[in-house]
């Protein structure tokens, strides 16, 4: 995708690489499209790694981006990762990276409806881009706030990952778990596993409670 910076741009190689950007906009799929603007992004990584031709990144931070997630008829996602990188996704790591007040809208083509994201407040690492990967943090799923929790593993041979989520709803009394294997199917996404809803207990006076399955 064109990337463009429409703010400032600053850049240090010592004692790190360092690089910040504001009002930045990725083209979308369509011409006049934007699939994504940041209002400010900002990047950190080491340098002896990258003499290696290894890249790892220990701070990375998104301050109100701002994402459109469309999907066609058939589920394919236009955010379907096509790499085109000098680095292979196994030689770039993830120690920290920090969304700020983020959204997310998604368009779903075979209902015609839209569904938006909004506080999107998390922190992600990732020992490569290939997984493992872990988010911890919260949103708002139409203006519900929902704290997420979510570990993967390593992207298999097949292009599967496995993927264990947990969402914590804050109007309901209970948790949504999922443990499962998620890969994409000529661009879209297919998910095999299983779904749990754990009934949340109020912590007695002086005692933790029991949280039993349902």
Do not use: C
């Amino acid at each position: 995708r064109k990337v463009a910076v429409r703010g400032d741009a600053s850049a240090r190689l010592l004692p790190f690489p360092s690089v910040t950007f504001t009002d930045v906009a990725v083209a979308g799929s369509a011409p006049g499209e934007t699939a994504m603007t940041v209002e400010t992004f900002s990047m950190d990584a080491e340098l002896a790694p990258l003499l290696r031709g290894e890249v790892l990144i220990f701070d990375m931070r998104l301050v109100r981006p701002v994402a459109v997630l469309a999907m066609d008829e058939d589920g394919a996602v236009d955010w379907a990762v096509r790499p085109n990188t000098p680095f292979e996704p196994s030689q770039v790591a993830l120690e920290k990276v920090t969304i700020t007040e983020g959204q997310v809208l998604v368009r779903h083509g075979a209902s015609g409806r839209e569904r938006r994201l909004t506080e999107i407040n998390a922190e992600l690492s990732a020992a490569a881009l290939t997984g493992p990967w872990r988010i911890d943090g919260s949103l708002r799923i139409d203006g519900m706030r929902t704290a997420l929790q979510v570990s993967t593993g390593s992207v298999s041979e097949t292009g599967n990952m496995r993927v264990r989520l947990r969402a914590q709803p804050e109007r309901y009394a209970f948790n949504l778990e999922s443990d499962g294997e998620v890969g994409l199917d000529a661009g879209a996404p297919r998910y095999g596993g299983t779904f749990r809803l754990v009934e949340r207990v109020p912590e007695p006076a002086g005692g933790e409670g029991a949280a039993p399955a349902a």
